[in-house]
C-alpha cells in the first residue's frame, strides 16, 4: 500500500534561522496536504497541493509539490516560537483517505 | 472554516467498559467521517473511514467488532470502544470532509478524545 515518509523527525532551531521538512510518497498521489499540530492540540489543515510542480506561499511558509507528484515540501522562513509543533504532510490517492508521513517536531528556541 | 466538535474530550475509565464518542460537524454536512488514534509522539494512523447510511470500512488490523463506528446522518458519527482495555488508551480523532464543498478533500479535524482505560 502507500506510504508516506517524512524527514527529519525532529529539528531544533534558533528563532529566524529557516526550517525545511521533506515528504516522499512510494506511490503517485492525487494530492498532498499539510497539517500542523501544537503540543496538546489536534492537527490542523494547513494548504492542499494538487498540480504538479504547484508551489505555494503562505507568509514565511512555502508549499512545494514535486513534478511526479510523489514528494513535497514545507518550508519555513525565518522561524518564530509560535512555529513549534509538529508538521504533518498527508497524501492522498483517491477517495478521500489520507495517509499521514510520521512528521517534523520542530521546536524553536529564542 | 468547517466546524468539527467532539465529545467527550477526555475520558478515564475502567477495564472493560465500553466508552462512545461522538463526532460532529457543526457548520457543514459531512459526506464522510474519519476516526484516526494518534499515540504519544507518533502519526495519526487511520482507524477507519464512514459514509452516511453505509458500513464504515476498517483499516487493516482494525477490529471492527471492538471499534464500532456509526454514521447515521450528515452532522454525526460515533465510534464506540467495546470491552476497553488499557492498550486501547489513546488519543482519538476524528475528522470529516464533504463532496458538496468545493475544497472536497480537505479533512476538517475534531479537537480529539483523550481516552485513558485504567
Known amino acids: 500500500g502507500q506510504q508516506v515518509m517524512q524527514i527529519p523527525q525532529y529539528q531544533h532551531v534558533q528563532e529566524g534561522e529557516d526550517f525545511t521538512t521533506y515528504c516522499n510518497s512510494s506511490?503517485?498521489?492525487?494530492?498532498i496536504q499539510w497539517y500542523k499540530q501544537r503540543p496538546g492540540g489536534h492537527p490542523v489543515f494547513l494548504i492542499q497541493?494538487?498540480?504538479?510542480?504547484e508551489v505555494k506561499k503562505q507568509k514565511r511558509l512555502t508549499f512545494q509539490f514535486g513534478e511526479a507528484k510523489k514528494n513535497s515540501s514545507l518550508h519555513i522562513t525565518a522561524t518564530q516560537t509560535t512555529d513549534v509543533g509538529t508538521y504533518f504532510c498527508a497524501g492522498s490517492n483517491s477517495g478521500y483517505a489520507l495517509n499521514f508521513g510520521k512528521g517534523t517536531s520542530l521546536l524553536v528556541t529564542p | 472554516g468547517a466546524v468539527v466538535s467532539q465529545h467527550p474530550s477526555r475520558v478515564i475509565c475502567k477495564s472493560g467498559t465500553s466508552v462512545k464518542i461522538e463526532c460532529r460537524s457543526l457548520d457543514f454536512q459531512a459526506t464522510t467521517m474519519f476516526w484516526y488514534r494518534q499515540f504519544p509522539k507518533q502519526s495519526l494512523m487511520l482507524m477507519a473511514t464512514?459514509?452516511?447510511?453505509?458500513?464504515?470500512?476498517?483499516e487493516q488490523g482494525v477490529e471492527k467488532d471492538k471499534f464500532l463506528i456509526n454514521h447515521a446522518s450528515l452532522t454525526l458519527s460515533t465510534l464506540t470502544v467495546t470491552s476497553a482495555h488499557p492498550e486501547d488508551s489513546s488519543f482519538y480523532i476524528c475528522?470529516?470532509?464533504?463532496?458538496?464543498?468545493?475544497?472536497?478533500?480537505?479533512?476538517?479535524f475534531g479537537p480529539g478524545t483523550r481516552l485513558l482505560v485504567l
Open positions: 506511490t503517485t498521489l492525487s494530492n
Open positions: 475528522s470529516a470532509t464533504s463532496a458538496l464543498v468545493p475544497e472536497k478533500e480537505t479533512q476538517y
Open positions: 497541493l494538487v498540480k504538479s510542480g
Open positions: 464512514s459514509n452516511e447510511g453505509s458500513k464504515a470500512t476498517y
